[in-house]
């Protein structure tokens, strides 16, 4: 079965504990990209990849690192986490055909909670 | 501005109804235009691309209107499993896709 698969789906920590949640695809898609999701705000881009060891900044990176090590894999890191990425992320990917780009793939969600 | 912008809604429509809603975009470079269906704050799943003129799905039709800037979802005989949040997203061409913050359709029996 095609998917993503974003690990862990629920999370609450404190402020300041590094963490990863970790995506996964078997799609064998060159593109991945986490998102956030806020009320009132809708998605918003955090870093993308088009293909291993090549990443990007979206329109809210701070705060956050990727790695893409394999293709199937793009892991979050939140170094030192703080209340403000309280959100819930998605993972998604597609094929980094131009319009094909926008036919995206997402994961379940992760809702983190930061205390 | 935003660069995407969507009437938040809710629209509140009878089973067999035809609702619909626009969304607009800020940036004119912007090259293809996607709707994409998310349910009580799971996964967007993908609806409905439209890369010229628009597109039609069964009961969903989108329109793109190049010159206003906006594409719109037309949905014929409003079912019930039709509920939902209706999220716009355009690509800018530059592998950077921005969402709107969705429109939020009801469908009553």
């Known amino acids: 079965e095609a998917q993503v698969t974003q690990n862990p789906r629920y999370l609450i920590t404190v402020t300041g504990k590094k963490l990863t949640v970790t995506c996964s695809q078997n799609?064998?898609?060159?593109?991945m990209s986490w998102y956030r999701q806020d009320p009132g705000l809708g998605l918003r881009q955090i870093y993308y990849?088009?293909?291993?060891?090549?990443?990007d900044k979206g329109d809210v990176p701070e705060g956050y690192k990727v790695s893409r090590k394999e293709k199937r894999n793009f892991p979050l890191i939140l170094e030192s986490p703080s209340p403000n990425q309280t959100s819930l992320y998605f993972c998604?990917?597609?094929?980094?055909?131009?319009?094909?780009?926008?036919?995206?793939?997402f994961g379940e969600g992760s809702r983190l909670t930061v205390l | 501005r935003k660069e995407v912008e969507q009437d938040p809604g809710p629209f509140n429509v009878p089973e067999g109804a035809t609702v619909a809603f626009n969304c607009t975009y800020s940036?004119?470079?912007?090259?293809?235009f996607f709707w994409y269906r998310q349910d009580c704050r799971k996964e967007p799943k993908l609806l409905m691309s439209?890369?010229?003129s628009g597109n039609e799905d069964g009961r969903f039709t989108a329109q793109l209107n190049r010159a206003s800037q906006y594409i719109s979802l037309l949905i014929r005989d409003s079912k019930l499993s039709d509920s939902a949040t209706y999220l716009c997203?355009?690509?800018?061409?530059?592998?950077?896709?921005?969402f709107g913050a969705g429109t939020t359709v009801t469908v009553r029996a």
């Open positions: 998604a990917s597609s094929f980094p055909d131009g319009h094909r780009t926008g036919e995206l793939f």
């Open positions: 940036n004119s470079a912007s090259q293809s």
């Open positions: 990849s088009m293909n291993v060891e090549v990443t």
């Open positions: 799609m064998n898609h060159e593109y």
């Open positions: 997203a355009v690509n800018r061409g530059d592998y950077k896709l921005s």
């Open positions: 439209v890369y010229s």
